[in-house]
């Protein structure tokens, strides 16, 4: 992780959590990156292609809270509710449409582990050269 450099300047995380991968055609990859994000206010997850279309792939954002005995360690949680805000829920699922050549998922981080990140490619054709990154800056 990378140490302030100036005054006001805060640490920040960059991982890539899947590179060069092939999603098949109707199928996922789950990417279980199991990371500790609780000193994070929010997390931004960049996906795409070697220049190319991501029309159909939809990411899933996971977050869980350390739990022991359960059956995969954590309480899970893949969407939230601002009552400060609104009542209505935020899922953290986004897919993108056809023409655009990758997006970024902006979410706020609700829970201390980043539990699992799914893509799901709902298209016919196998989507190849994936890559999904990871960035976040302490609060």
């Known amino acids: 992780m990378p140490t302030p450099i100036g005054p006001g300047e805060t640490p920040t995380m960059t991982k890539v959590l899947l590179q060069n991968e092939t999603i ?5 990859k789950r990417l279980f990156p199991g990371l500790d994000v609780k000193k994070y206010d929010r997390l931004h997850i960049h996906v795409g292609r070697d220049a190319k279309s991501v029309a159909g792939l939809s990411i899933r954002v996971l ?3 350390p739990i022991q005995g359960l059956h995969c360690g ?9 009552f400060e805000e609104t009542v209505s829920e935020r899922a953290f699922e986004w897919t993108a449409t056809a023409g ?3 997006f970024i998922v902006s979410v ?20 190849d050269t994936v890559y999904v990154t990871l960035m976040a800056q302490e609060i």
């Open 63 to 65: 977050f869980g809270t």
């Open 24 to 28: 098949p055609a109707n199928g996922e």
């Open 108 to 127: 706020p981080v609700v829970a201390p582990v980043l539990y699992d990140v799914i893509l799901r490619n709902t298209g016919a054709q196998p989507l």
């Open 74 to 82: 954590a309480l899970l949680a893949d969407s939230t509710v601002w």
């Open 100 to 102: 655009k050549t990758g």
